[in-house]
């Protein structure tokens, strides 16, 4: 029996999605627990290549029961949406393989709205939301002004729920924003055009995650985005709404009592980052547009180009204590194939001093970055498959990064397809 977490060291986008669905293999549960449909994960398999919102990347595994738990921010609308264009490729999701938290609550319509009207308030002061409704969602949580999945069981109680819950969010988006609000017909349209659709798969998850465990079974829990964008530990405000480290996974699970005992945590070769915020080892120009190209980094969700930079050990090193992590997938390696040097931020410059820890948020924007060059092995190394066959400078490459950041490199992926990858252990 183990208990696995598969985590962003970074900002996001590290390639979780490839590495979770390589690894489902060994897992018989895998578990969302953090997080909505804001960021994607792509997965390229023998079914097609898919950006994966909400759904757990296990889904296409046909022995492996897939989990969204109580941590998830819930969006029936575009959950059915994704459920729907996956089950036309072919893949079938049932009540058995597919289970939704009771706990979890749901993303309501407005909260999309809310999301849109304020970055539209904030003008070039916005953070760069996704607009998937998040922020608003997690508040309103919090507030305990949303409506948990198992209420949908209840429908008389429900639908009393959401006529306060509508009252009182009228006020804000007609007296604050001045916008239009919600009619309880909207709302009885949204339940059975979507809600109607995903109860079947709603159930007690922490029931079935307990059992799960107690017949020994493996249990593979996926978060979404990396720890700089953790609400408590990343660079806030420009961090994410729920806590996207792999300390979170068992309460935002159902499982509270569940110990991780193994973290994998995934590093890009190079730093991306979507959207507003500090960025310490951003690349400009040409030098930035050529691995941009070169990584095809875009968005999943939006399709907003990246910002990119050489791989940042300040950030990497932060990133794997802020996630305890027990080793690292080092991914996207073959993209820096085509570098005659391939530059490191190795350590900060804050304040006229040189420093290798990460800064306070509001620090970083002064921070900048010093950078130093390695050798590039400029040849493709796609078809490696052991260590030993990736050039003399590739291994120099990833033994450095293993080296300061203090945590072991077990796989090294050199393409975006299931067996490309390179196991160190
Ligand atoms: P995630 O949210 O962390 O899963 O990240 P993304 O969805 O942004 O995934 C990163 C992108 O890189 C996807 O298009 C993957 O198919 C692709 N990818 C993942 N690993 C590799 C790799 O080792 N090499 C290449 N060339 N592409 C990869």
């Not at 949908?152 to 006020?171: E, I, M, T």
């Not at 900060?348 to 130093?372: H, Q």
Request: glycine share 8%; aromatic share 10%.
């Amino acid at each position: 029996m183990s208990n696995c977490a598969i985590v962003g060291i970074n900002w996001g986008d590290e390639g979780k999605g490839r590495m979770v669905d390589l690894l489902t293999e060994d897992f018989d549960v895998v578990v969302r627990f953090q997080g909505g449909g804001n960021a994607g994960h792509t997965v390229i398999n023998r079914y097609g290549k898919f950006a994966l919102h909400l759904l757990p990347s296990g889904i296409f595994r046909p022995n492996t029961v897939n989990v969204l738990g109580n941590g998830v921010a819930l969006d029936p609308e575009n959950l059915w949406t994704e459920m729907q264009e996956i089950m036309n490729k072919g893949i079938n999701l049932t009540p058995d393989n597919l289970k939704i938290s009771d706990h979890a609550s749901l993303l309501l319509p407005w909260h999309r709205d809310l999301d849109e009207l304020e970055e539209m308030r904030l003008k070039d002061k916005k953070y760069g939301s996704t607009k998937q409704g998040i922020a608003p969602f997690y508040s309103d949580k919090y507030q305990k002004k949303t409506i948990l999945a198992g209420e949908l069981f209840y429908p008389q109680q429900l639908r009393a729920h959401l006529s306060d819950l509508l009252d009182w969010k009228n006020l804000t988006l007609t007296k604050v924003y001045g916008a239009s609000g919600y009619t309880m017909e909207m709302l009885d349209q949204w339940i059975e055009t979507y809600c109607e659709k995903i109860k079947p798969y709603i159930c007690n998850t922490g029931a079935f995650l307990k059992d799960a465990q107690s017949r020994g079974k493996n249990i593979l829990f996926e978060a979404q985005l990396g720890s700089l964008r953790d609400l408590d530990y990343g660079i806030y405000p420009y961090t994410t709404s729920s806590n996207t480290t792999a300390a979170y996974a068992p309460i935002g699970s159902g499982i509270p009592s569940a110990k991780i005992t193994d973290v994998i945590g995934v590093v890009k070769a190079y730093s991306t980052c979507v959207g507003e915020g500090p960025f310490v080892c951003e690349m400009f120009g040409e030098e930035a547009e050529e691995l941009r190209k070169a990584g095809f980094e875009f968005g999943a969700k939006t399709g907003r180009p990246r910002r990119v930079g050489p791989i940042d050990i300040v950030a990497t090193r932060y990133g794997v204590e802020v996630q305890a992590a027990t080793e690292i997938a080092l991914t996207k390696l073959d993209v820096l194939s085509y570098m005659e040097k391939i530059p490191v931020c190795t350590s900060y410059i804050l304040d006229g001093k040189e420093t290798d820890e990460f800064p306070f948020p509001s620090a970083l924007s002064n921070a900048k970055p010093v950078i130093r060059y390695f050798d590039g092995w400029k040849c493709d190394i796609s078809n490696a498959r052991k260590w030993e066959e990736l050039p003399e400078a590739a291994q120099k490459y990833v033994e450095y990064i293993e080296k300061t950041v203090g945590c072991p490199i077990t796989y090294v992926s050199v393409g975006p397809e299931r067996d490309s990858i390179i196991i160190r252990k």
